[in-house]
């Protein structure tokens, strides 16, 4: 795999103009874009010098079906290169958790009332 840094700078101006496409559904006739606010998202950011580049992976817009209708921008948007880093990053995290190199800290523990 290669590194995603690498990949950021080899591919900047084609990720910059990249575009992951909101679902597209066909009903009776028509073509409808169908949006879904507060869904599961992702941020990635590259910060270069005193520039910084971050886009959002939403998983609605990587969905194969929707609304029980093929997404028509599905294979575009599996496609694009914003997406193939977001795999690489996830493929990166997992590898790392499966190596148990890093362990994550719950901040939010409860805490348990003790009495006196």
Do not use: C
Request: proline share 2%; no cysteine.
């Amino acid at each position: 795999m290669e590194f995603i840094w690498n990949k950021f700078i080899k591919n900047e101006r084609e990720i910059k103009k990249d575009e992951i496409k909101m679902p597209a559904i066909i009903i009776k006739k028509d073509t409808l874009t169908v949006g879904l606010d507060h869904y599961s998202y992702k941020e990635i950011s590259f910060i270069i010098q005193n520039k910084n580049f971050d886009f959002e992976i939403s998983d609605f817009n990587l969905s194969k079906i929707v609304n029980n209708s093929p997404n028509l921008n599905y294979k575009h948007n599996l496609e694009t290169i914003r997406n193939k880093i977001h795999i690489d990053i996830e493929k990166l995290i997992n590898d790392i958790e499966e190596k148990n190199l890093i362990k994550k800290i719950n901040l939010y523990k409860t805490i348990e009332k003790v009495s006196i």
